[in-house]
Each structure stands twice: as structure tokens, then as C-alpha cells.
């Protein structure tokens, strides 16, 4: 299976372990994933609201470039890169002013989108393009005895009419993927809630409290580890986690880490070869599993 693969700026960035553990996996699924020639920055989460067609354009450069490598499914480990593209390409098909517009910029750079490729989730082509009977028999190790919260953030799911891969607020594609592991998923109250990336820059409070609200709503419900799909969920949850527990005076953890590296695990790749945080190591050493 040849897909072409579009990181996303933090997935090259601070979140480079959900690019190594994403590409592990895939390998060993025999996913070929062609990263997606010179592409750009989605704008995700903030260019959309202040220059539509400037947000749209962006997007469907990168769409574009993926028509004219021969393909027409561009996979992404990120919510907000998916939700990014997903929106641009809805928008371009519905909105005839704004697709007039759209095209006369893109022409401007010589690009020319014809509507035939559309980004996709990671998650969805394991668990619909893979199926987990196959994911199920690469697994080497099994996870039992580990207790994992399954988290999706907000971006995967909706708007549930433009993601449309499975029921917005009734999810269940990361408890299937966390089951196959051996491990034991998690769900809690706040599976679906925002993590408060998106507000880091401006308000880092109310950012952290988010948060906060995410990872002690699953605590609540005795998980033991977090899991997410998302690079900028990521950053907020796994390499801010100290800052959290420091400004809620908390006297535990709950590291988060990236579903790609929960299934290497579980493929038996070590912590380290999939860039697991120290974190995490110590709550995996404590379960005898690493």
C-alpha cells in the first residue's frame, strides 16, 4: 500500500517521535508512506479564521502536489493538519466564489487542484485500510496489565460532516487499536475535549487547565498511560506534562504518548527506537513492560 504522507511542521519538529514510530509502524504494515514532495505549513487552527482563501490555498497547494505525484489519499499523523485540509477542500468544493478565488491564487503559482485528492488520519487507514486483524497479527508483545486512557482531542472527530470516519461524541477506532495491543483502554469523560494547544500562545492558563481537565479525567477512571493522535495534542500533554502537574500540585502522572508508539511497543520495538519520553518509560518499566 503506497500512500503519500504529509508530517506536519511539529511532527518534523518537537513531536519528531510520532514521525519516527508512525514510519516504524507503517513498515512494518507494508504502508509505503512518500512523503509529500515540498510541502508547506497547514495554517491549521488559526490562518482559516483570518484569510480564508489565503488558508485554502495553502492546503490545497499541498493536495495538489500530491495529484501530480500519481496519488489521491494524503495521510497525516496529525488532527490538526487532517482537520486543516479536510476544511480547505470541503470549502472549495461547496463555495463556488471562494473555489474562483482559490484557483485565480493558485494559478498564480502555476498549481492547479482538481479536487481528486483528500487527506486522511493515520488512524483511519489502519483501522479501515489495514483492518485490525492484520495490525492484531504483528503483534509480538503483548500489553497486558496496562491501563490506557484513549484519547482523541477535538480535531480528529469535528465538524463530524467533514471528518465523517466514525460518530463524533461515540468514537471508538483508538480503544480498538489499544485493545489489539493487549492492553486494556480507558474511556473517560473528557475523551473527546479539547487539549488547550490552541491556546498556548494566548492564553497559556486557560491552555494548561484544559489540559489538565484531559488528564485527570482519565486518572479519574484509573488510567494508567494516555494515548492520542495528534503531533500538537503531543506537545501539550506529553512535553508540557511537568508544567501541568507543577501548576495543579499534582502528586502523580500520566504521561501521553503517541498511538503509533502504544502499537510498536506492542511490535516490539523498544522505547527508545520509537522516542518514548522518560515519563512513560517509567510507568511501562513499572509494569513490567519494558
Not at 166 to 194: R, Y
Amino acid at each position: 500500500m503506497k500512500i503519500a504522507y504529509y508530517p506536519g511542521c511539529a511532527t518534523h519538529g518537537l513531536s519528531k517521535d510520532v514521525d519516527i514510530a508512525t514510519k516504524k509502524v507503517a513498515e512494518v504494515l507494508g504502508i509505503e508512506l512518500v512523503e509529500v514532495e515540498d510541502w508547506n505549513c497547514c495554517g491549521g487552527g488559526f490562518l482559516d479564521e483570518y484569510d480564508e482563501k489565503a488558508h485554502a490555498a495553502l492546503n490545497l497547494r499541498n493536495l495538489s502536489t500530491v495529484e501530480r505525484m500519481g496519488m489521491d489519499k494524503m495521510v497525516t499523523p496529525c488532527s490538526v493538519c487532517l482537520q486543516s485540509h479536510r476544511l480547505a477542500s470541503t470549502k472549495y468544493k461547496e463555495n463556488r466564489d471562494l473555489r474562483k478565488e482559490v484557483d485565480k491564487k493558485l494559478a498564480e503559482a502555476n498549481v492547479k487542484y482538481s479536487g481528486k485528492a483528500s487527506a486522511e488520519h493515520i488512524v483511519w487507514v489502519l483501522v479501515r485500510d489495514v483492518g485490525l486483524e492484520k495490525i492484531k497479527s504483528h503483534v509480538k508483545k503483548q500489553l497486558t496489565g496496562l491501563k490506557v486512557g484513549a484519547y482523541y482531542g477535538c480535531q480528529m472527530l469535528r465538524p463530524e460532516q467533514i471528518m465523517g470516519f466514525e460518530p463524533s461524541f461515540n468514537p471508538h477506532s483508538m480503544e480498538d487499536l489499544i485493545a489489539i495491543t493487549g492492553a486494556t483502554p480507558v474511556k473517560f469523560p473528557m475523551a473527546t475535549a479539547c487539549c488547550g494547544f490552541p491556546l498556548m500562545g494566548s492564553n497559556p492558563k486557560v491552555g494548561i487547565k484544559l489540559a489538565y481537565n484531559v488528564i485527570n479525567s482519565a486518572k479519574s477512571k484509573d488510567a494508567e498511560i494516555l494515548v492520542h493522535p495528534c503531533s500538537l495534542c503531543h506537545l501539550q500533554l506529553d512535553v508540557t506534562h511537568l508544567k501541568i502537574k507543577t501548576e495543579f500540585n499534582l502528586n502523580w502522572t500520566l504521561p501521553a504518548i503517541y498511538i503509533t508508539q502504544l502499537l510498536g511497543l506492542s511490535f516490539g520495538f523498544s522505547a527508545d527506537e520509537l522516542g518514548i519520553s522518560k515519563l512513560a518509560q517509567e510507568i511501562l518499566r513499572s509494569k513490567g513492560l519494558i
